[in-house]
């Protein structure tokens, strides 16, 4: 039997065709990769998202190299899914003269199937285990591929995220994409669900869609177009010609199954397009509902006291409600759009066998010629429906990509608006016409001028609203509407202490020794401490890890917050109702604590309570309107 290519000289043929074909694959993708990022809207956002990890030193020797190898797997997995075609060309073949032999009792003819068979089976078995190991080595790699990738993004946008303190201010950022910028609003909405879900869709997206995954040949861009072009030159070489409407078309198969998946493909692109916005909104309506539950899981206890079980149902009922509106907009779109695909599929599963039928009962092809023009009619149908069927995945790959977009727009926007402008001074604070207003622009504070130098202490008063926190918020370049200069102590010099202290997750000594470092401090000095602010019942559970945010009373909370005073033992401390949970007595001892162990530190309380005054020497009153009074504390 004559086999249908020569398998004992082609391992070098498909070595130079690998290598070949990796070449123009290879300059293909930067060249494509190029035109995207420079002339479409989606191309320059990827880049923007992932550029870095292409081009910065700690990874792009990593990235390419991947880049290449996942490249080549492709080209090579092509390949064998084209030797296969040929090896099942073989064995049909072999399995016809086989039955021919039986049927007419021509031993030769049979002996002859028998050989081509066992033969075919022996390539088979061959192409199979190269197979086998080409998808594990693609699968371990592609997944090392998603893993950095994801890494570097991860560490990139949460530094992003944090930096210029953007995970605050992004709040203040216009994200309305219409309409004057007349009012602020919520700026971008979950990042913690951009950071972990969108950057992972983003990731996996990059290596499938481009390279494939378990081992198709068919289903990542690069494979597919390769695949197009190997089994195109097939289908030519077996497909005959064909009558359509009295005219005859020479390789009809060939047009065929391009006009075939190009309709039907325009019309899944049609169908599919909505996917994109619906997935948008999927993630942020899934997002803002689990946003909502871990709301009440934290004010769980508050929730318990005002008996707000029914507030709490009826808004998660109604949000969980948006989610299911939308999650049954997507089963729609979806059902329209996979019923088109399915249909479109099991339509192509008989056409092959259908044009070539007449050729075959006419004896001028093989069973082999027939079943290898069945899988080359296949393989270039599912690589051209690639990009059809994969609509829907690349449509979440593009809602992931604009949230990570916006996030990055936000963060730079953010850091764009105004800050105070501060000046480093050794032990002494200086606020220079410093204004404030509210985000409409009334004025909260006009031309405030102070001179604070060490052992000094102020107490801010003033009615609800007059601008006291926001005050503090502006020092500390959290309010972007100010104007004016500060001068204080640089770094960790000056400390800012909110109402309800931020409490870290992990073990007791990280939460009380924040924002320092545990193992800076040192256990020794934790205990001291506090010991000092009358915690002595926590100084034996620093190795406990607890939600401390929650097993701490807010009492307990704000002396930890005094405790952190005594550790790092700053030059300026600004503190904002910083005793606000704890009775008279305990914050008489507490400030007292401060002054006897800090005498040099200036100390800056906003206050509601007379009683805090009698630790400050100066008053700043805010009156209202932008006006302000100071005075010395009444003796």
């Given amino acids: 039997m004559t086999e249908s290519m020569d398998w004992g000289n082609e391992t070098l043929s498909s070595l ?89 009792g021509n031993q030769e003819l049979l002996d002859k199937g028998k050989s081509g068979f066992w033969s075919a089976m022996s390539v088979f078995g061959f192409l199979a285990v190269i197979h086998v190991v080409r998808t594990l080595v693609e ?17 990139r946008n949460t530094t992003d995220w944090l930096g210029g303190k953007a995970f605050y201010r992004n709040r203040f950022v216009e994200t309305s994409q219409h309409g004057p910028d007349v009012a602020i609003q919520p700026g971008v909405d979950n990042p913690d669900q ?12 990059s290596r499938q869609l481009v390279f494939g995954y378990n081992g198709s040949s068919t289903n990542g861009v690069i494979p597919a177009i390769i695949t197009i072009v190997s089994f195109t030159k097939i289908l030519w070489d077996l497909a005959g010609p064909m009558s359509v409407f009295g005219t005859e078309v020479p390789r009809a198969m060939v047009w065929f199954v391009y006009m075939f998946v190009l309709i039907t493909t325009v019309i899944a692109f049609w169908i599919g397009r909505p996917l994109i916005r619906l997935y948008f909104l999927r993630e942020r309506l899934t997002a803002n509902f689990r946003y909502a539950l871990v709301r009440v899981r934290d004010g769980a206890e508050n929730v318990a006291l005002y008996h707000g079980e029914g507030v709490e149902r009826s808004g998660l009922l109604e949000r969980f409600g948006a989610v299911v509106a939308n999650f049954w907009q997507i089963v729609f779109r979806t059902l329209k759009f996979t019923g088109w695909n399915f249909v479109v599929n099991q339509l ?109 202490a102020l107490v801010v008063k003033g009615r609800s609203g007059s601008g006291k926190t926001t005050l503090l918020r502006g020092l500390a370049g959290l309010w972007p509407f100010v104007e004016g200069e500060f001068a204080r102590p640089a770094g960790d010099r000056t400390l800012f202490l909110s109402q309800i202290p931020y409490i870290p997750l992990g073990d007791l000594r990280t939460a009380v020794a924040y924002p320092a470092l545990p193992d800076v401090v040192g256990d020794d000095a934790i205990k001291a401490a506090l010991r000092q602010v009358f915690l002595p019942h926590l100084t034996e559970r620093l190795d406990e890890e607890e939600d401390w945010a929650k097993v701490l009373s ?57 009683t805090t005054d ?15 009074e100071t005075r010395a504390v009444a003796t």
């Fill in 348 to 456: 192509s599963v008989v056409f092959a066998y259908i044009i070539q039928a007449p050729r075959f009962f006419a004896g001028t092809i093989t069973l082999g010629d027939m079943n290898q023009t069945a899988s080359a009619f296949a393989n270039v149908h599912d690589s051209l429906s690639f990009f059809r069927e994969a609509y829907d995945s690349f449509a979440d790959f593009r809602a992931s990509l604009i949230r990570l977009n916006g996030l990055e727009d936000a963060n730079h926007d953010s850091r764009e608006l105004p800050v105070m402008d501060t000046v480093d001074r050794d032990r002494a604070v200086r606020l220079t016409d410093v204004s404030i207003t509210t985000p409409d622009g009334n004025d909260l504070i006009r031309d405030l001028n102070l001179s604070l130098d060490p052992g000094d």
């Fill in 554 to 610: 807010p009492g307990e909370q704000q002396r930890v917050a005094f405790a952190r005073i005594l550790l790092t033992r700053p030059e300026a401390v600004f503190m904002d109702e910083a005793t606000s949970a704890v009775d008279e007595g305990l914050e008489y001892s507490l400030y007292s604590l401060i002054r006897s162990e800090l005498p040099e530190t200036i100390l800056i309380s906003v206050s509601h309570r007379s």
């Fill in 16 to 104: 130079r065709w690998i290598g070949i074909a990796f070449v123009i694959a290879l300059v293909g993708l930067l060249v494509v990769g190029f035109l995207l990022v420079r002339f479409t809207r989606w191309g320059r956002q990827y880049w923007r998202v992932t550029g870095g990890f292409f081009t910065e030193a700690p990874t792009r020797v990593f990235a390419w190299g991947l880049v290449a190898v996942l490249l080549f797997l492709a080209v090579f997995g092509v390949r064998v899914t084209v030797l296969f075609s040929y090896q099942g060309n073989d064995m049909f073949t072999a399995l016809q003269n086989a039955a021919e032999g039986l049927a007419s």
């Fill in 139 to 155: 699968l371990y790699l592609g997944s090392a591929f998603e893993i950095r990738l994801r890494q570097y993004m991860t560490t």
């Fill in 194 to 205: 951009r950071i972990e879900t969108d950057i992972t869709t983003v990731a996996t997206s």
């Fill in 614 to 628: 009698q630790h400050h020497t100066e008053v700043l009153e805010l009156t209202g309107g932008g006006a302000w």
